[in-house]
């Protein structure tokens, strides 16, 4: 009998070295979370490579190597030290992304933003934390995490400010076709996807290998990390499908305007006679070459934002610029103006559809007025950190309708600057029949910022979406023609004068991302904190069950 005992006790040799070694591994694993200083510093490194990522650095994939080293740095961390470690990450982020908000007015309003979208980062890390704590296969619902505080930033405080957005680092990556087939928030879950894969890759050969013997590797332990990274930029693939191939599509000749301002600066709009005069007078000039043969004649013309700071309506001047050069190019003019209100101080953001012959007609009124830069919310609360709030002393009313105007027989999708951000205004366009996306935007009071490049990005990754030529009109630059596959065809440089004639292909295809963007979007929102709350479930009910069996 005493025999028999020794025997049930007498462990495989091998299995016991493979147990101390695991045993190791695990303790050399603990000592590495003890390294703070390291995770903090990767959590600006990875903030970093995020803001690489973007324009005009364009460098698609260091996002991916960021989110791999946020991943690491927030894995397994309790609430507290990842509400810090997301903080760092989103300030390393979005502190150098968004300087361009101080050109001119100071460093306040431009690090009053920056940290407000840093501290909203801070509930996306801390849900990544907590799911790789509790969540089967944590790369999955950590992307759905940061997704879901992409939306918390879309849409709060005061109608959300998603400048920001993974998915507007992607334009020269591998991944962008994917937006045709998921929409751009679907696009951009790949990204986090990705990168958090590669994490849990580098923490599995840590933890599990890298102190045993390599021949003892079992691929299946590296399976679901390697086929995570693949799906990623095989959906990005399969996108290649889905992306609209404009060759079918009927072509018409769209002009757009680039007049350029006196100077940059927010003073522009002291001069606002000469900027008028400026697009009229590129007007006329286009008008001339198309009389002496040397450019075709546009089907329409359009003129970016604040194009006409004069209100049109009520002053003859303006009307008379508008009307002559209307005239003169013969065609209809989409006018970004100014329109005053009944309200004294409010305004109106418009864009005119100027006809040749009976003047103004169809408008539309920008939607989503920025916050701060188009008008002050609490002006009198904000004033306590600056007096800069009390620059801006004509506000803008927002519009209620959906830019869908028809030029010449043309859907013209008119989005106006920063709305090109939003997913669901650019959506209403397309879902409204519009055949073209115009942004008509004003980039002279940021100067020669990088806040151009990235707006740029954006309408990139909207061409894509919805399948669309997209036409940037701009004030002083950068305006651009691009196609439906995201390629910049044609561009006029910053603060340079001139005007493009492209031959526009008319959609009217709808892309899968068009359809489904709306519901991925929302799907991804809920996923990571719905199943946290279902694991959360699983585990009290277990507890419960396992207590009741062992009264």
Known sequence: MASETTDLHVADPKAQRRQEAGRRSYL????????????????????????????PHDLWWLPILGFAVIGACLYGRRIRPALGLSFLAGAAFYLPLLTWAGTYVGDVPWLGLALMEALLVIPAGALIAVTSRRLPFWPVWGATAWMAGEFLRGHFPFGGFPWGAIAFTQVDGPLLPAASLI????????????????????????????????????????????????LAFGV????????????????????IIQGNVPRAGLDFNSQRRAVLDNHALQTHQLADAVRAGTSPKPTLVIWPENSSDIDPFVNPDASKVISDAAADIGVPILVGAVVGSTEPRRNYNMGIVWDPVTGPG?????????????????????????????????EFLPGETVGNLMMAGVNVGDVICFEVVYDSLVRDVVNGGAQVLVVQTNNATFGYTDETWQQMAMS??????????????????????????????ASIGLFTPGYLTPSVPLSTDTTPGTVIGGEVEWLLMLASPLALIGAWVVRRNTRAHRATATD
């Not at 992306?243 to 769209?254: G, T, W």
Request: aromatic share 8%; glycine share 12%.
């Open 28 to 55: 050399r694993w603990r000592s590495l979370r003890g390294l703070g200083g390291l995770r903090i510093l990767g959590s600006i490194v990875g903030g970093a490579g995020l803001y690489f990522g973007s324009a």
């Open 183 to 230: 929409g751009s928030a679907g696009m951009g879950f790949l990204v986090p996807l990705a990168g958090f894969s590669v994490a849990e890759l580098g923490r599995r050969l840590i933890v599990h290998r890298i102190w045993q013997r390599w021949n003892e590797l079992q691929p299946k332990t590296l399976l679901a990390p390697v086929s995570s990274v693949i």
């Open 236 to 255: 990005g693939v399969l996108g290649l499908v889905t992306v609209h191939n404009p060759v079918a599509d009927p072509h018409e000749r769209i002009a």
């Open 362 to 394: 169809q408008t539309y009124t920008k939607r989503h007025p920025v916050p701060f830069g188009e008008y002050m919310p609490y002006r009198s609360f904000f004033r306590i950190f600056s007096d800069k709030v009390d620059l801006l002393q004509n």
């Open 460 to 489: 990139r990754v909207r061409a894509v979406e919805h399948g669309r030529a997209a036409l940037v009109v701009s004030t002083s630059g950068i305006s651009a023609v691009i196609a439906p596959n995201g390629t910049v065809e």
